[in-house]
Nanobody, 114 residues
């Protein structure tokens, strides 16, 4: 599975950004898609994921500010990020999960200035 992400950029604290990711290739009808991020000098961490059935999982640090959504017919997943904080600055990766299969997108940079 190949993943193409877009939508990163530079924004001031309190602002909003929307990330988008499109999957292509051999995609199973039941899967998990979502987003991880890697802040500068830190390990990669969960942001939010959503199953094809609509179940979501959010990191505590983004609950109430970020919303993950997907279009199963188009194999896309989006991340709406509101009330952004400088600590949200990171390289954001789209992810596809199916059993033991994990595919990562190329990463898109989000920088939040204070």
């Amino acid at each position: 599975v190949q993943l193409q992400a877009s939508g990163g950029g530079l924004v001031q604290a309190g602002g909003s950004l929307r990330l988008a990711c499109a999957a292509s290739g051999n995609i199973f009808s039941i899967n998990i898609m979502g987003w991880y991020r890697q802040p500068p000098g830190k390990r990669r961490e969960l942001v939010a994921t959503m199953t094809t059935g609509g179940e979501t999982n959010y990191a505590d640090s983004v609950k109430g500010r970020f919303t993950v959504s997907r279009d199963n017919a188009k194999n896309t997943v989006d991340l709406q990020m509101n009330s952004l904080k400088p600590e949200d600055t990171a390289l954001y990766f789209c992810i596809y999960l199916r059993g033991s299969q994990i595919s990562w997108g190329q990463g898109t940079q989000v920088t939040v200035s204070s």
